[in-house]
């Protein structure tokens, strides 16, 4: 099976990346797409006892797609509510935008 922590390490970048170029006024269509984007990610994510807990998180929580802003502090919690699951540190979500699109700072 895949190391947990690099395909966690990869998809969280890929994710924030994804919210950080996503546009500010999105059309239907971009929300519509991007909802459906969640759904199958947290379907086909390849650590299946995460996926299983994604799946019912985003039923509970239902990403906010309405903006880039709104869905990236969507992200920026849900990652907080997995790191605080695993016992990592919360991460300051003021920063979000700074760490994910200005670039890395580690
Ligand atoms: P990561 O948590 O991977 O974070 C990478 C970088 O993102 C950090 O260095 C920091 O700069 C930044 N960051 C941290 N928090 C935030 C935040 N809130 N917002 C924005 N940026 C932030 N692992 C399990 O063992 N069990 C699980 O159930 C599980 N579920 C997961 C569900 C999903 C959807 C994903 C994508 C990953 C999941 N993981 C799970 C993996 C886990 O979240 C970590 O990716 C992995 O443990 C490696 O952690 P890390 O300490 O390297 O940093």
């Given amino acids: 099976p895949p190391d947990v922590e690099i ?4 998809s969280w970048t890929l994710l924030h990346t994804i919210a950080a170029t996503y546009p500010d006024t999105p ?3 971009q929300q519509a797409d991007m ?3 969640m759904d199958l990610f947290s379907k086909l994510y390849p650590c299946w006892v995460c996926a299983e807990d994604f799946q019912s ?6 990403p906010k797609v309405t903006s880039r ?3 990236g502090q969507w992200m920026c919690n849900a990652h907080n509510d997995v790191n605080r699951k ?4 919360e991460f300051d979500c ?3 935008l700074e760490r994910w699109k200005t670039g890395p700072k580690d």
């Avoid at 395909?7 to 990869?10: E, N």
């Avoid at 998180?57 to 239902?62: E, L, N, W």
Wanted: positive net charge.
């Fill in 69 to 71: 802003d709104e869905f």
């Fill in 94 to 96: 003021s920063k979000w």
């Fill in 7 to 10: 395909l966690g390490r990869s």
């Fill in 35 to 37: 909802l459906r984007f």
């Fill in 86 to 89: 695993l016992g990592k540190k």
């Fill in 27 to 29: 059309s239907r269509t």
């Fill in 57 to 62: 998180y985003i039923v509970k929580r239902v």
